[in-house]
């Protein structure tokens, strides 16, 4: 079946930039989109289409994508941006959603 | 504001069929696709599948012999039913709705949530 990958975690401190990957064969023909998850609250879309910002989503927050590796960038990192984040995207045919694993971001 | 509410039995026991149900308020039931999606503890998400507004389904092909999802537009209501759970079904189990774009095209994104169910499966 269809996998996408991501790395178990990030760290940065204050201030910094966080950038989390997501690979997948198909990730340079279907849309990604990327959520954060905070314990106890349901996930919130923070990237729509590989690189559209949702409305209230803070401008920090941004992607990219380049062949088969599609990236979410959170630049001047704050504190409650520490969260889980997944990426989620469809396989080539379009037919079944597949997620990452999630990646935690640690704000140190 | 559309405000999905959930609800069903949050605990079971091995090879029970889990049946949750999801309410969509204060907007359109019937211009979306519905999608249960589910967190297993200390693991990622993993979709489950979807009942689109004309009632076709598509699921998670390692889940689809046990899995199925159907809407009722008269109550504005999704709801899903797996059968012979194990231990390897307990998990956080959120509705989702699949977003459409400007054009009214439906996308793979999901933009509004339910809260999640939480089941346990246990003997």
């Known amino acids: 079946s269809y996998e996408v990958t991501q790395p178990p975690s990030v760290s940065v401190s204050p201030g910094q930039t966080a950038r989390i990957t997501c690979s997948g064969d198909a990730l340079s023909k279907q849309y990604t989109y990327w959520y954060q998850l905070k314990p106890g609250q349901a996930p919130v879309m923070v990237i729509y289409k590989d690189s559209e910002r949702p409305s209230g989503i803070p401008e920090r927050f941004s992607g990219s994508s380049s062949g088969t590796t599609v990236a979410l960038t959170i630049s001047g990192v704050q504190a409650e941006d520490e969260a889980d984040y997944y990426c989620q995207s469809v396989d080539s045919g379009g037919s079944y959603v597949v997620f990452g694993g999630g990646t935690k971001l640690t704000v140190l | 504001q559309v405000q999905l509410h959930q609800w069903g039995a949050g605990l079971l026991k091995p090879w029970e069929t889990l049946s949750l149900t999801c309410a969509v308020y204060g907007g359109s039931f019937n211009e979306y696709s519905w999608n249960w999606i589910r967190q297993p503890p200390g693991k990622g998400l993993e979709w489950i599948g979807e009942?689109?507004?004309?009632?076709?389904?598509n699921y998670n092909p390692t889940l689809k012999s046990r899995v199925t999802i159907s809407g009722d537009t008269s109550s504005n209501q999704i709801s899903l039913k797996l059968t012979s759970v194990t231990a390897a079904d307990t998990a956080l189990y959120f509705c989702?709705?699949?977003?459409?774009?400007?054009?009214?095209?439906?996308?793979?994104?999901?933009?509004?949530w339910g809260p999640g169910t939480m089941v346990n499966v246990s003997s």
């Open positions: 009942v689109s507004h004309s009632g076709s389904t």
């Open positions: 989702a709705r699949r977003k459409r774009d400007h054009y009214g095209t439906s996308t793979w994104a999901f933009d509004i």
